[in-house]
């Protein structure tokens, strides 16, 4: 049986703990910079579209919010809307009719003011609020890309 030898040649990192600490504090500035600009992205991408959405009762205005969410490497940052007529605003609507009542009941101004009644009710346009909201920030979304670009560049070139 042949007989083993121990390993014959030795490797050293030096400083390898002193690198890894610096990539982790890199790291954590860089998640704490790409959350900060995606916040201030998002408080301006919903003060565009309160801007620019219509106003009847103010709920749609109101109910547009924003959240973002970390996973990795990956941070999200997505607008949402508490009203539920949103995407009928968004894309318009067909007429409608009473199928199963005699009319449609309705109370078209604030809570309080009264009732309508129809049989039927006409199309709505579609009102794009958000693609003027969105064409009104222009390149900001781009510009926020390469601010966390710099911020990443310099977090991980610094000594």
């Given at each position: 049986m042949p007989k083993k030898f121990g390993p014959f040649i030795d490797f050293e990192i030096v400083g390898f703990r002193d690198v890894q600490g610096r990539f982790v504090r890199a790291t954590a500035a860089?998640?704490?910079?790409?959350?900060?600009e995606m916040r201030k992205l998002g408080?301006?991408?919903v003060?565009?579209?309160?801007?620019?959405?219509?106003?009847r009762t103010g709920r749609l205005r109101k109910g547009i919010r924003f959240n973002t969410r970390e996973a990795g490497a990956l941070t999200t940052l997505?607008?949402?809307?508490?009203?539920p007529y949103t995407n009928l605003v968004i894309r318009g609507r067909g007429p409608v009719f009473a199928k199963n009542?005699?009319?449609l009941r309705f109370e078209p101004g604030p809570p309080g003011s009264g009732f309508i009644f129809r049989?039927?009710?006409g199309p709505a346009k579609a009102n794009p609020f958000h693609r003027?909201?969105?064409?009104?920030l222009g390149d900001e979304p781009m510009q926020t890309a390469k601010r966390i670009g710099q911020q990443i560049e310099r977090a991980y070139s610094a000594r």
């Open positions: 860089v998640r704490t910079a790409r959350r900060d408080r301006r991408v003060a565009a579209l309160q801007e620019q959405a219509p106003v997505r607008v949402t809307s508490e009203a009542a005699k009319a049989k039927w009710v003027r909201a969105m064409a009104g």
